[in-house]
């Protein structure tokens, strides 16, 4: 190993030498026996004021030191000469400008080869030395006493000197540092990016300033620490470059607490991100499916909603220690074509968890479930069957944690975390923002399910109103269809009807009743009543009308909108009367689609307004095509453009009617529309005799 300062290995040729001696200014004097200078040095020149030739032959003491020390001086010197021992001094000098100046000496006895006896003097300004001095003290002082690791490297990047803080810091006595390199010293710290860092500066001189790195050392084997280090290049007064200078910081208190800010932070941010992102509809499996989005990956590699099929359905359910746990798949996520999907229940499927199993712990306690290291055998209580717990084994699943999903006092099911790719297991904070997470979501999902049972009521209600199929009448072919709202939206109280009239005729009924859900279902099915009671009366369209604006008045301020055909086949006529509804369709071959221009009227319900009962051919191969507005109306497009839509999908002569019914609502019923669909075409045919 070479050193800064000696010869390169192979004598490749002189190293500079160290300004040390450039810094003291040392003056060196050789005397012969009698005390005449006999050589002179150019640093003496400077210290003392004479020159070379002004020196040599000249008794020393006599310019080297002041009168008052010449006797003691002279003895000294005699002494030296006599016995061959070294001796040191400080006298006062007087320069030859008349300065007196305090002057350290040093002086031994030489000999050269043919025995003749001569004195060395080497004499240093005594500030100069006193100022090095302090300046060595002061820096030992603070290297030893400072609270912050000092280390030198000489040039091959192994320690020259530690101070006692590194010492600490690192666990290691000083000595065995020396000679060896940082890898060496500390084989669990990242040595690789230390070293390479002093090298360049080495190459640079560019310091390496408070970077910061982690790792352990034999102080603290088992705790992960932070240090701040920070490298300079050492020169010599000459520029010879010395080696690199380390200080090292122990911040792992500063480290943590960034890291906990840093915690802190995140867990704001996915709660905040939860908080928007969650519960923007009211469709239970979008909601779930929004909150599995939220924790992975910022949580979790891999999650999953579950409930319990009876809160699904509805009823509350509370598990009895030796009760299984049923529960319904809502959502799942994590990387496609992991085995930890291949494992997790489908969305959608109902599966039985035993009593043992973790799922089964958290929704029959509501608390949550955490299994920082999963072995083997808590693998087997988190899968449903042996066949899955080998999955998450092949996986790597090594951590675990399900929390429960509580609404209003009620454990509704769990959202089940797990890691694979995360090294980390997981922990109290992650608990926490779990919890947090489930707290919000869970209000939500019990929102949407409470909505979405609500929601089957009244379909259920709605359909159950609603003629299963058109009867078969005399002189007319009938295709109907009825589109519920979207999954996010209430149902409405479209309905449509097709009823058999004495004399060949068959009246056909589109409506609308304002509103939605159960209530407006209701109403409908009243209306739908009603009509149907009126129709067998054989009343003109626009006096039925008449009496149902009056029933609608009765039935607690409700609004409605319809449209009552009444069509001969014998006499080829439909008497059309329409209260505040959208116009039929009608399609003739050899003729452009038409909207039919029918006096609109009111609304049912406003009352003190009459309505009127227009006649319109309808021969054998025409359709008259009858729709609610949820077929038609957009918040994006303008009435009249969708209407011409319409006109321009119905000019398909060849279409069936049920062709047609699919066409119509494939293209122009949006899936985020917020209302429903009843449509009704109608096709005269001969009437058979």
């Not at 190293?15 to 040390?20: A, D, E, I, M, T």
């Not at 915690?263 to 779930?288: F, P, W």
């Not at 924790?295 to 359905?313: F, M, R, S, T």
């Not at 005729?505 to 509103?515: E, Q, S």
Request: with cysteine.
């Amino acid at each position: 190993m070479s050193a800064a300062g000696s010869p390169p290995a192979g004598g490749a040729g002189p190293v500079r030498p160290s300004g040390l001696l450039d810094v003291l200014r040392v003056a060196s004097v050789v005397l012969d026996t009698e005390g005449r200078i006999v050589l002179w040095s150019p640093q003496a020149e400077e210290l003392f004021g004479y020159g070379a030739q002004e020196a040599l032959g000249r008794y020393a003491a006599r310019i080297m030191v002041h009168e008052r020390h010449l006797d003691l001086v002279s003895k000294l010197f005699a002494e030296v000469m006599r016995t061959g021992q070294s001796w040191a001094g400080v006298f006062p000098i007087r320069r030859k400008d008349g300065g007196t100046r305090l002057v350290e000496f040093r002086n031994s006895r030489l000999t050269d080869d043919r025995g003749k006896v001569y004195a060395l003097g080497l004499a240093v300004d005594q500030s100069t030395v006193r100022r090095l001095e302090q300046d060595v003290a002061l820096s030992t002082r603070i290297v030893d006493q400072s609270p912050v690791g000092l280390a030198v490297l000489d040039t091959d990047l192994r320690y020259v000197s530690v101070n006692p803080a590194l010492e600490r810091i690192n666990g290691t006595p000083a000595e065995d540092h020396l000679g060896r390199t940082v890898r060496q010293v500390l084989p669990l710290v990242d040595a690789e990016v230390l070293e390479a860092a002093a090298h360049r500066v080495l190459a640079t001189g560019t310091p390496f300033v408070d970077r910061s790195t982690t790792g352990r050392t034999p102080a603290d084997p088992d705790t992960e620490h932070a240090w701040s280090v920070s490298l300079y290049r050492l020169e010599n007064s000459l520029g010879t470059t010395l080696g690199v200078a380390v200080s090292v910081e122990d911040i792992t208190e500063r480290y943590r607490a960034n890291a906990e800010a840093e915690t802190a932070r995140r867990r704001l941010a996915v709660i905040a991100d939860a908080t928007a992102r969650i519960g923007t509809t009211l469709d239970l499996e979008r909601t779930a499916g929004e909150l599995v989005h939220v924790a992975v990956p910022e949580l979790a590699d891999e999650a999953a909603v579950d409930l319990l099929d009876a809160v699904v359905q509805g009823r509350r359910s509370t598990l009895g220690p030796a009760e299984p746990a049923v529960m319904r798949a809502l959502a799942v996520r994590g990387p496609p074509s992991g085995e930890v999907l291949a494992a997790a229940d489908p969305p959608g499927q109902v599966a039985r968890y035993a009593p043992d199993r973790l799922i089964t712990e958290c929704v029959r306690t509501g608390l949550p479930v955490m299994v920082p290291r999963a072995k083997d055998e808590d693998l087997a209580r988190i899968a449903r069957g042996p066949e899955a717990a080998a999955l998450l084994a092949r996986a790597g699943v090594h951590s675990y944690l399900a929390v429960p999903l509580i609404a209003r006092g009620e454990v509704l099911g769990t959202l089940d975390l797990t890691r694979t790719r995360n090294p980390r297991p997981f922990d109290e904070d992650d608990l926490l923002l779990a919890r947090e997470l489930a707290s919000r979501a869970a209000m939500q999902i019990d929102n949407a399910r409470w909505y979405q049972n609500a929601r089957d009521t009244a379909l259920t209600l709605q359909r159950s109103l609603l003629p299963s199929h058109p009867p078969v009448t005399r002189g007319l072919e009938v295709a109907s269809r009825y589109q519920p709202a979207g999954a996010t939206s209430e149902v409405g109280g479209d309905w449509f009807d097709v009823i058999p009239l004495e004399g060949g005729r068959t009246a056909l009924v589109v409506g609308d009743v304002m509103g939605s859900g159960i209530a407006a279902a209701a109403t409908m099915g009243r209306l739908r009543t009603a009509t149907r009671t009126l129709a067998s009366l054989a009343l003109d369209p626009a006096v039925l009308l008449e009496h149902l604006d009056r029933i609608t008045a009765d039935l607690d301020q409700a609004i409605a909108t319809c449209v009552y055909v009444v069509h001969d086949a014998c006499e080829r006529m439909c008497a059309i009367a329409n209260a505040g509804h959208l116009p039929p369709a009608r399609l003739r071959p050899g003729h452009a689609p038409e909207l039919l221009e029918l006096p609109t009227g009111v609304p049912l319900g406003v009352g003190g307004v009459g309505f009127s009962t227009t006649e319109v051919e309808l021969e054998p191969g025409d359709r008259l095509v009858l729709y609610t507005d949820g077929l038609v109306e957009t918040r994006r497009h303008p009435l009249d453009e969708r209407l011409d839509r319409l006109l321009a999908l119905l000019d398909h002569p060849g279409d069936s009617l049920e062709e047609l019914c699919d066409l119509l609502l494939r293209t122009l019923h949006e899936p985020d529309n917020s209302d429903d669909v009843a449509l009704l075409i109608a096709r005269a045919t001969l009437p058979a005799d």
